[in-house]
């Protein structure tokens, strides 16, 4: 079943991939091709949000230690919060098609 999914993964994206280069600006998608963009997607989120989910979870946690041990540094907390909280939690197809970017961590403050 994994080797199945995996090769069905490879072989949408790959598809998804080809289709993108042989469109030019101006014309249309065709539905099929939207429609192929949405599965690669659906089927990226499938192990992409449940990754995300839980390493926002334990950035959570970490930056909720952070701020006990450093007895209320909100500065350090924050740091720890922003990275892991923060960023894209759903693929969509635009990120498939390159048109957006998806951002696995979040923003550093430079503060």
Not at 75 to 90: C, F, I, L, M, P
């Amino acid at each position: 079943m994994n080797r199945t999914m995996v090769t069905l993964v490879a072989a949408l994206g790959l598809w998804a991939q080809v289709a993108h280069a042989a469109r030019t600006d101006t014309e249309a998608e065709s539905c099929w091709t939207q429609g192929g963009y949405g599965v690669v997607a659906v089927l990226a989120n499938l192990l992409y949000m449940p990754t995300k989910v839980v390493y926002a979870g334990l950035g959570a946690i970490t930056g909720g230690l952070a701020y006990v041990l450093t007895v209320g540094d909100e500065d350090v907390a924050d740091a720890v919060w922003n990275r892991s909280v923060g960023g894209t939690y759903v693929v969509t197809p635009p990120m498939v098609r390159g048109d957006e970017d998806v951002f696995f961590f979040g923003e550093h403050s430079a503060d």
